[in-house]
């Protein structure tokens, strides 16, 4: 579109600011409290809202889109006092920047073809950020001009003229801001032919207080947002590339793809088809896309949570776009984690559900004016059940449980010429019973504590000795408990490590005991055989037994 079609854009806004030039006279048709009001509307953060602005500039053709930070004169640089962003797409006309300062001024009305629809993206997104913003355009040829929209000179009367109406000033021909004008150069050294600047000072609703700290979340969030869309254009914050971010980590030239060994797994991909339920007519589709991650993806030590400083980059996103993923026209702009059937928890971050739709479908998805939230309707909702939608997502969980059961065993599990977990653990209980404070380390301590296996039937089901300096746990693999419970058809490696615990702790009292606690032991194993063997065989007779519903004359 640069280049020869960038003239029937601006002939549309031309035509658009001609006819609104006599009905809205330039009025902003509201009070000022409208305008401080919609402040208080507010977007979820800084970056939804510099967003709408980077919305207008893709769909103005820009290639390049650069959100510069401005000090005003400042000495320092930790905090921006001006946020810009610049474009060099088609640019506006004098007029056509008149109306696009105006809530609802934009000659896109209803378009379903880009990513804004209602033209108010530009006024909310400024006002929600400072008390003043300027839009700045040139087209190709043009010169540069501006109009500026002052919200506390809004309230002394400024913008109100002699019959009462709040009125949006013409355009004057404008001079960059410097910060504005070396960005613009030292981007484009080739040379700059259009564009428009929006900029946003008197900023007042920062939440970072840092310029770090800002660039490096708007950098996080943009490379999500507009993954998708990363051909279209390239974006810079404060000068840093936005590297563009899958959140289903699937992308494999995209940041933190390689940021370690661990990979995300996709389940095949799904297109939805949504029709017209009376005629049958083609409305939109949806694309389902679905992938699980290990349960280590967030983890800089592999074989521990991603929990404070062992969370690595990844878990940001993790954490950020946790839930089901919606995105418009190649364009994120919600997650939620309340369906209909299920809603998800902290242990479902590692589950990963996309669900890009077309603007046509904006109805159907009660797309907001902001493009921040979505609200599906119930038809939508039916639909992505007959697709699978429930049945993937338990497929997805069971995935990251089994990829969790694995790295449990793993874990518990001893390497070569390493104690048992019970062993190392029994080892650290000891020396802090003995006052020891020494750094707790389970895997490099030697323990005086060991677990050994044999075959004696009929006798006790575990003994402890203490020979060689060591206190020896001896499970008999010939009684019951060891073959229903220790090595049962339920049992884990965590119940085992658990159950070995237990008696190397019962055993240090029983055993301590002498010949009284060999004894107890003994009457115990006894008792517990007996116990189990009833157990086992009321569980055979139960399977026998035809089960099912017994009616009232059976019954008395």
């Known amino acids: 579109m640069r280049g020869g079609g960038i003239g029937a854009v601006l002939a549309a806004q031309r035509a658009y600011a001609a006819a609104s030039r006599e009905k809205s006279k330039f009025g902003l048709m509201v009070p000022e409290a409208f305008v401080r009001g919609i402040r208080d509307l507010g977007y979820r953060s800084n970056g939804d809202a510099i967003a709408e602005l980077i919305d207008n500039a893709l769909q103005a053709y820009a290639d390049r889109i650069d959100v ?27 007029d056509m920047i008149r109306m696009a300062v105006m809530w609802g001024g934009t000659h896109r009305e209803n378009d379903r073809g880009g990513l804004g629809r ?23 040829g043009g010169a540069w001009h501006c109009v500026t929209l002052d919200l506390d000179a809004l309230a002394e009367g400024a913008y109100t003229d002699g019959h009462g109406d709040i009125v ?3 355009a004057k021909t ?30 007042d609703r920062l939440e970072w207080s840092t310029a770090q700290g800002l660039r490096e979340n708007l950098c996080r969030q943009f490379g999500v947002t507009y993954h998708k869309l990363r051909r279209e254009a390239a974006i810079f914050v404060d000068n840093d590339f936005v590297e563009p971010i899958d959140p289903l980590f699937l992308t494999p030239d995209f940041r933190l793809f390689g940021h370690d060994d661990d990979r995300a797994v996709a389940l095949d991909p799904i297109r939805v088809e949504v029709r017209n339920p009376d005629d049958g007519t083609f409305c939109g589709a949806m694309t389902l896309r679905y992938a699980w991650l290990p349960p280590s993806f967030g983890s800089v030590d592999k074989t521990r949570d991603a929990v404070g400083l062992n969370a690595n980059p990844r878990f940001a996103i993790l954490k950020d776009f946790h839930g089901i993923i919606f995105s418009r026209n190649g364009r994120l702009i919600d997650v939620q984690t309340r369906t209909p ?46 697709a ?24 518990l599990a001893p390497r070569p010429g390493e104690e048992n977990l019970s062993e190392r653990a029994m080892g650290r209980t000891a020396e802090l019973a003995h ?25 006790a089901f575990f003994r402890i000795d203490r020979a060689s300096g060591a206190r020896t746990l001896h499970l008999n693999t010939a009684h019951r408990f060891y073959e229903d419970i220790y090595d049962g058809p339920t049992s884990t490696q965590e119940v085992r490590t658990a159950l070995e615990i237990l008696l190397f702790s019962f055993g240090d009292v029983l055993f301590g005991e002498g010949e009284r606690g060999a004894i107890q032991v003994e009457l115990w194993s006894r008792r517990l055989e007996q116990a189990l063997g009833m157990m086992a065989q009321h569980l055979t007779e139960s399977d026998d037994i035809d089960v099912g519903p017994i009616s009232w004359s059976d019954a008395v």
């Open 68 to 94: 510069s930070f401005g000090y005003d004169g400042t000495t320092s640089v930790k905090k921006p006092t001006q946020v810009a962003v610049i474009d060099n797409g088609h640019g506006m006309e004098p």
């Open 118 to 140: 209602y033209g108010y993206g530009l006024p909310c997104a400024s006002v929600s950020l400072g008390r003043r913003f300027t839009v700045f355009s040139a087209t190709l």
């Open 168 to 170: 949006v000033p013409p």
């Open 174 to 203: 404008a001079t960059l801001p410097p910060f504005v004008a070396e960005q613009i150069a030292q981007a484009h050294p080739a040379g700059w032919r259009s564009g428009t600047v929006i900029l946003i000072d008197k900023l």
């Open 341 to 386: 059937w299920t809603s998800f928890i902290n242990n479902d971050r590692y589950i990963k559900v996309e669900i890009e739709f077309s603007a046509t479908l904006d109805e159907m998805f009660g797309v907001t004016t902001s493009k921040q939230q979505v609200t599906v309707s119930p038809r939508i909702w039916d639909l992505l059940q007959q």
């Open 388 to 411: 699978g939608l429930p049945k993937a997502i338990e497929q997805l969980r069971g995935k990251v449980k089994d990829a969790k059961l694995v790295r449990r065993l793993a874990a």
């Open 435 to 459: 006052g020891h404070q020494r750094q707790f380390d389970l895997g490099l301590r030697a323990s005086p504590y060991r677990l050994r296996f044999e075959n004696l039937p009929g006798q």
